[in-house]
């Protein structure tokens, strides 16, 4: 497998798309203003006691109040409003050495023994806002690196579950109970497997730096505020995602670009060869053909080979997904045999479509029905192989006598929805004609020499194309201007816009 990773940033924003072998896996919009974005920590301020939900709503800054329950406090939060105090109070050092742990809380206790009303806490972001919730936040605060996770006011070392092999779990353990710092905790994570004690160690340390930075951002402050930040989207993605298939990293920003080139040589050195700077003036996912897949993938009805198809509806309390076999020939045996076809295609591309829009929360499947309890077994473990590539927590359940298979998948951030169903103009005829027209008006107020048109890839043809002489070629001779024209796949028929070299809209 070919693992590519596309990234068109500005100030503002910044797109990130992952293909696997051309095919668009994921794809992560974030703007440049993101704030409470998963793995943040505040120092919050607690508002309100909800002993019914044995919970408190912590204020965070954002405009509703984000939701810490008990169970979320985390067994060493009398440990961390210790250390809180103390930092605040100039007294604490970032070293835990010799810090002295108080008494963890019981498992299943009352909130109002632990906090009240005024109370400042140090938080973590583990859900961003959704809808009109708050975010979600827990006061067991950690951080992330490439192989472990450094949890601080905890002795425990642990081995993440996917790791099977007996003697490698007992190897990273006692290799990481050697280097640990007096203090601190520490998650094995997953890709830790192999991994020898100079790249784990390596990997502590500069989470211990990022301890320091945190500890350092403890200050007095009256309203809530963000005192650590994960790294860039990028580059958390990266961290996460990060291995041996990948071929290429495509950017066209040049700070990040040159942020990237430096994670990665920070976590594996010679990687960043691989990291591209692009320049050219097609915008970058046009260029990747990205734009050409997102407007495919991300509406009400998805396609798959041979004519299957999807149907995926969005409801306040699931997602519901029908599997259509559509007019595809069926050149199997039987029905039966035909059912299974489409239904195992249907599960690699259900498993693509969670992940690629993010969706969370409780998911049905309705799978084209069928007889044999084999068939339905052999679509469940499908299902189950190709959600083995999702990061996100899940659970499926096997497919029921009624060919529905339910699923839950964790919700961390909003859920990516991309508008592909276009308004039809008031009049099909003389909308594009009043285009033209808006469009040639525009560039006689220009003084550029030149000019790009971004206009849908239908109006490119257009204006570019003529059997004795050509719209663009018009306007050129009639202004005296260089006229550029650039093919949009993700612009809507009647989008344009006028740019200058640099990209700028003018």
């Known amino acids: 497998m070919r693992t590519e990773l596309v990234i068109s940033a500005s100030s503002d924003r910044a797109d990130i798309a992952l293909l696997e072998d051309g095919r668009l896996q994921e794809l992560i919009k974030e703007k440049g203003d993101d704030s409470f974005s998963v793995g943040d920590v505040y120092l919050g301020t607690v508002k309100k006691l909800a002993t019914g939900l044995n919970a408190a709503f912590v204020d965070v800054g954002y405009e509703k109040d984000a939701f810490l329950h008990y169970h979320d406090l985390g067994p060493q939060i009398n440990s961390w409003q210790s250390y809180l105090r103390r930092a605040l109070k100039g007294k604490q050092q970032s070293n835990l050495t010799n810090f002295k742990n108080e008494a963890n ?223 595809r020939t069926n050149t199997a045996e039987n029905q039966e045999a035909n059912a299974l ?55 499926i359940l096997p497919i029921s006598r009624f060919g529905l298979m339910e699923l839950t998948r964790q919700r961390v951030r909003p859920e990516t929805n991309i508008t592909t169903r276009e308004e039809n103009p008031d009049n099909l005829v003389e909308a594009p004609i009043q285009i033209i027209e808006a469009i040639k008006s525009k560039l006689a107020t220009l003084d550029k020499r030149e000019i790009y048109i971004h206009v849908h890839p239908f109006l490119e043809a257009y204006i570019t194309k003529g059997y004795f002489r050509s719209i663009k070629k018009t306007w050129q001779s009639d202004l005296r201007k260089k006229l550029v024209v650039v093919p949009r796949d993700a612009y809507t028929m009647l989008e344009w816009k006028v740019k200058d070299r640099e990209n700028n809209t003018l």
């Open 105 to 327: 809380i019981q498992k299943e206790g009352n909130i109002g023994d632990v906090l009240k009303q005024g109370d400042q806490i140090l938080v973590q972001i583990t859900k961003e806002p959704i809808s009109t919730k708050g975010p979600r936040i827990t006061a067991e605060l950690s951080i992330a690196g490439r192989f472990v996770v450094l949890v601080p006011f905890s002795n425990r070392v642990s081995v993440s579950q996917k790791i099977r092999d007996r003697e490698e779990k007992d190897r990273l353990k006692n290799l990481v109970r050697s280097i640990k710092p007096k203090g601190f905790g520490v998650i094995i994570r997953t890709v830790a497997k192999g991994q020898s004690a100079e790249e784990l160690q390596a990997d502590l340390e500069s989470l211990l730096r990022k301890w320091k930075v945190l500890h350092k951002g403890v200050k007095r402050s009256n309203k809530p505020v963000r005192i650590f930040s994960e790294m860039n989207r990028a580059s958390a993605f990266l961290r996460d995602v990060f291995n041996d298939s990948f071929s290429s990293i495509t950017i066209d920003n040049e700070d990040l670009y040159e942020e990237v080139k430096e994670y990665l040589d920070e976590i594996q050195p010679g990687a960043s060869k691989m990291v591209k700077h692009y320049t050219g003036q097609m915008p970058l996912f046009q260029f990747a053909s990205v734009d050409r897949q997102i407007k495919g993938a991300f509406g009400r009805s998805v396609s798959m080979p041979k004519g299957a198809y999807l149907i995926i509806e969005h409801t306040e309390a699931m997602h519901v997904v029908d599997v259509n076999s559509g007019n």
């Open 341 to 395: 076809q489409v239904n195992l295609l249907a599960a690699e591309e259900v498993a693509r479509q969670l992940r690629l829009r993010d969706m969370g929360g409780i998911v049905v499947v309705d799978f084209i029905d069928m007889n044999s309890a084999e068939n339905r077994k052999a679509v469940y473990e499908k299902m189950r192989d190709e959600m083995k590539k999702d990061r996100a927590r899940h659970k």
